[in-house]
């Protein structure tokens, strides 16, 4: 017979208090930092579909006596999102409790829930380290892509509209992070248009989001008060994140499977990349009334999304010819 949990969390008076207190601490202890980079949200069902529409395009000159001219909206592609269930246990026995012997076990319940936040900026990561294609699994966390079926950062973005043409958020070059190139993600975030043609505005500062090697430009780029590239005195248009911010993850270095040399430009809060929260995590306990081992689970559901590819860029920063 399967007990249901909780049937005998009494069993041992004092410990599961004990260790839900150790777990709080370790939530207190590492806050995730998602939300400077991607959206963070709540979720709600069993799942979430997100679509959107175009504008009207732009209003047109007529002469007098003629009609008013017409216009339409374009639905934009759907993308399903479902949750993702992310968890761990660890398991205590009850002489190693009644022996007050269990630190070892307190000490790993709180690197447990660290490791619960920590896993959502990891989870939150692979948006980036997986963006150059459409695996839905990157690095042990699953992604949900943009619907259009191409690679979030991609130079062919197909669109809903009869007659438009592909659009790119990409570098096809794979362009390497420097003053000048910067500059040219930051013009191509300007001209992105809707998927109906038009322009759209930032609504927003741009953020480049750097691996740990190429921290060291970042900050000189984005902090000197002169061109750090140059001998020439000229200023700095960056400089103070008076353009554009920086962010680094440690996510995204190659010994953690992603890429020493990509680069990233963002604009958060507006760009469509979305860290779902439907359950934060949660310590619960059970005790096998047959051997007294007390089992402390800590489990979430979340899930990473790309709703739309627009206000973000992209470089392999590897010099090779990107196509995708």
């Known amino acids: 017979m399967?007990?249901?949990?909780?049937?005998?969390?009494?069993?041992?008076?004092?410990?599961?208090?004990?260790?839900?207190?150790?777990?709080?601490?370790?939530?207190?202890?590492?806050?995730p930092g998602l939300s400077s980079?991607?959206?963070s949200k709540p979720g709600d069902g069993a799942q979430k579909n997100i679509t959107g529409k175009t504008g009207v395009g732009e209003?047109?000159?007529?002469?007098?006596?003629?009609?008013?001219?017409?216009?339409?909206?374009?639905?934009?592609y759907t993308t399903s999102i479902v949750w993702n269930n992310y968890g761990k246990f660890i398991e205590v026995t009850k002489n190693a409790i009644e022996d007050r012997d269990y630190s070892?076990?307190?000490?790993?319940?709180?690197?447990?829930?660290?490791?619960?936040?920590?896993?959502?900026?990891?989870?939150?990561?692979?948006?980036?380290?997986?963006?150059?294609?459409?695996?839905?699994?990157?690095?042990?966390?699953?992604?949900?892509?943009?619907?259009d079926g191409e690679p979030t950062?991609?130079?062919?973005?197909?669109?809903?509209?009869?007659?438009?043409?592909?659009?790119?958020?990409?570098?096809?070059?794979?362009?390497?992070?420097?003053?000048?190139?910067?500059?040219?993600?930051?013009?191509?975030?300007?001209e992105q248009k809707t998927d109906d043609g038009l322009p759209m505005s930032l609504m927003g500062k741009p953020m480049v989001v750097l691996p740990p090697?190429?921290?060291?430009?970042?900050?000189?780029?984005?902090?000197s008060e002169l061109q750090p590239e140059t001998a020439n005195n000229a200023i700095n248009v960056y400089k103070n994140g008076l353009k554009c911010d920086m962010a680094m993850s440690v996510h995204l270095a190659?010994?953690?499977?992603?890429?020493?040399?990509a680069w990233y430009v963002t604009v958060p809060g507006r760009a469509r990349l979305v860290h779902y929260t439907r359950q934060s995590p949660s310590l619960e306990q059970e005790t096998n009334i047959k051997n007294?081992?007390?089992?402390?689970?800590?489990?979430?559901?979340?899930?990473?999304?790309?709703?739309?590819?627009?206000?973000?860029?992209?470089?392999?920063?590897d010099l090779a010819t990107y196509s995708l």
């Open 2 to 31: 399967i007990e249901t949990r909780g049937t005998w969390t009494d069993l041992i008076a004092g410990v599961g208090l004990e260790i839900a207190e150790v777990f709080d601490q370790g939530q207190e202890e590492y806050i």
């Open 37 to 39: 980079v991607i959206q």
């Open 59 to 76: 209003i047109s000159r007529f002469d007098d006596g003629d009609d008013i001219p017409g216009g339409r909206r374009y639905k934009t």
């Open 104 to 147: 070892a076990e307190l000490n790993e319940m709180k690197d447990l829930s660290v490791a619960a936040n920590f896993s959502q900026d990891a989870s939150a990561m692979q948006l980036f380290n997986g963006g150059f294609a459409t695996t839905r699994d990157v690095n042990s966390y699953r992604m949900t892509w943009y619907g």
């Open 153 to 190: 950062f991609s130079t062919i973005h197909s669109t809903t509209v009869p007659g438009g043409s592909t659009a790119s958020n990409a570098s096809s070059t794979g362009i390497k992070y420097n003053y000048d190139n910067l500059e040219t993600a930051y013009v191509a975030l300007l």
């Open 213 to 223: 090697t190429l921290l060291k430009e970042g900050e000189e780029i984005t902090k």
């Open 254 to 261: 190659s010994t953690n499977g992603g890429s020493d040399t």
């Open 292 to 317: 007294k081992v007390v089992t402390f689970t800590v489990d979430a559901r979340w899930a990473d999304a790309v709703e739309d590819w627009k206000r973000t860029w992209a470089s392999k920063g």
